[in-house]
């Protein structure tokens, strides 16, 4: 009993990460090019196992330069 009650809090859990996780999405992908980085950057982590943490300084590097570029 106590294994189904543990398995219902993590299906819970899980479809809350899912939805805040589409709920952000919406909210920071506004146009194309940051539809192209999401994307770049979810195949990066995924297929690749790109750490993190580099895709995270790499974005911040191409959003300086795009900064930079328009101002």
């Known amino acids: 009993m106590t294994g189904d009650f543990l398995d219902g809090v993590n299906v819970a859990s899980l479809a809350l ?6 709920q952000l ?3 920071a992908v506004r146009d194309i090019p940051t539809a192209l980085l999401a994307i770049l950057s979810a195949v990066l982590l995924l297929r690749y196992r790109v750490n993190a943490t580099w895709l995270i300084l790499g974005e911040a590097l191409v959003g300086l330069l795009a ?5």
């Open 17 to 22: 990460m899912a939805v805040v996780t589409a």
């Open 67 to 71: 900064w930079r570029l328009r101002g």
């Open 25 to 27: 999405a919406r909210s």
